[in-house]
């Protein structure tokens, strides 16, 4: 049974980081590309990045280009999204979702940032 399971969500100041965790198991981590994406109150799903099975390429949404890390360990079977710099229009849920060409087959159940003084 393939599971994502994401941690590391809270509440944050304006300015601050957070460290996004998602651990992946019942399948072959290291073969999918893996893409985190979010949904603000009230708002759609908005892709935020795109990494690639070794890691080696990344891809951001221009909202996030140069705040956002996404990484990888595929020994660990684990996803990550370092943020920093967050602002208030960061608050949402984040999801992780695994790849199957373009689309995202599995999802977790999300990790909720909240970003406020």
């Known amino acids: 049974e393939v599971q994502l399971v994401e941690s590391g969500g809270g509440l944050v100041q304006p300015g601050g980081s957070l460290r996004l965790s998602c651990v992946a198991s019942g399948f072959t981590f290291s073969s999918y590309g893996m893409v985190w994406v979010r949904q603000a109150p009230g708002k759609g799903l908005e892709w935020v990045s795109t990494i690639n099975t070794g890691g080696a390429y990344t891809t951001y949404a221009e909202s996030v280009q140069g705040r956002f890390t996404i990484s990888r360990d595929n020994a660990k079977n684990t996803l990550y999204l370092r943020m920093n710099s967050l602002r208030p229009d960061d608050t949402a849920v984040y999801y992780c979702?695994?790849?199957?060409?373009?689309?995202?087959?599995?999802w977790g159940q999300g990790t909720q940032v909240t970003v406020s003084s």
């Open positions: 979702a695994k790849m199957v060409l373009s689309e995202y087959d599995y």
